[in-house]
């Protein structure tokens, strides 16, 4: 079997910036000066001429979702939304660690994450966080693939492949269905036509898993 060519420099410039983007708009709530400066951005209608992964009428019709999200009467809201797609305190309805789609148990901390740190482990990587959560959170995930673009670009195959592909369609289509607020169901379409974007242009092969959430 001959290993995924080398991406090409446009195309890790891609993943550089869009999974930057997405990853903090997924894990951080919407106060948080990460994102404050992205919500800014994404109000403007100009963004969507320039998101590089994807057709133009998949972006489109997700960024009005997003500009729908960002309008005075459901800004007041988006808070409220992070809180209960995140955080809870009731049970997620759409959790964002790969370990609960994967694990037989659907358990945070499941086996899965463990191959992913010990994957981490063994190419040095730490992951800094500000308080004790999986490693394969989406959010985190997709900022990862933004790192390794940028600083071990022939590692982002086999984090794709292994560690975010076979389980995150299934978290982003129910999001995109349990999200109750436009903003974050623009936001589960653009993620979904992203991560197809950066696979076919990419090559990824996509390992087979089973679900169990």
């Given amino acids: 079997m001959t290993s995924p060519a080398m991406p090409g420099l446009a195309d890790l410039d891609d ?6 983007m997405l990853g903090a708009l997924l894990y951080y709530a919407p106060d948080r000066p990460e994102v404050i400066s992205l919500l800014e951005l994404l109000s ?20 009005t979702l997003i500009n729908t ?8 809201t988006l808070d409220e939304a992070y809180q209960r797609l ?19 148990e659907s358990v945070v901390f499941g086996n899965s994450m463990l191959d992913l740190r010990q994957w981490q482990a ?9 308080q004790r959560e999986p490693e394969d959170h989406i959010g985190l ?16 195959s086999t984090l794709l492949s292994d560690h975010v592909l076979p389980w995150s369609s299934r978290f982003l289509v129910l999001l995109e269905e349990r999200a109750e607020h436009p903003f974050y169901q623009g936001i589960a379409q653009l993620t979904s ?10 090559n ?3 390992i087979s898993k089973d679900l169990f959430f």
């Fill in 122 to 130: 063994s190419l040095g990587i730490e992951v800094q966080q500000q």
């Fill in 86 to 104: 995140f955080i809870g305190p009731d049970a997620l309805p759409a959790p964002p660690w790969g370990s609960v789609y994967l694990d037989r």
């Fill in 204 to 206: 990824v092969p996509v």
């Fill in 44 to 63: 403007n209608d100009n963004w969507q001429e320039e998101w590089p992964c994807g057709a133009m009428s998949e972006i489109r019709a997700a960024a």
């Fill in 141 to 156: 995930l997709l900022m990862l693939a933004a790192w390794l673009a940028e600083n071990q670009p022939e590692q982002l």
């Fill in 193 to 202: 036509i992203t991560l197809a974007h950066w696979q076919q242009r990419l």
């Fill in 69 to 76: 999200g960002l309008n005075i009467e459901h800004r007041q």
């Fill in 15 to 20: 993943v550089s910036l869009t999974g930057r």
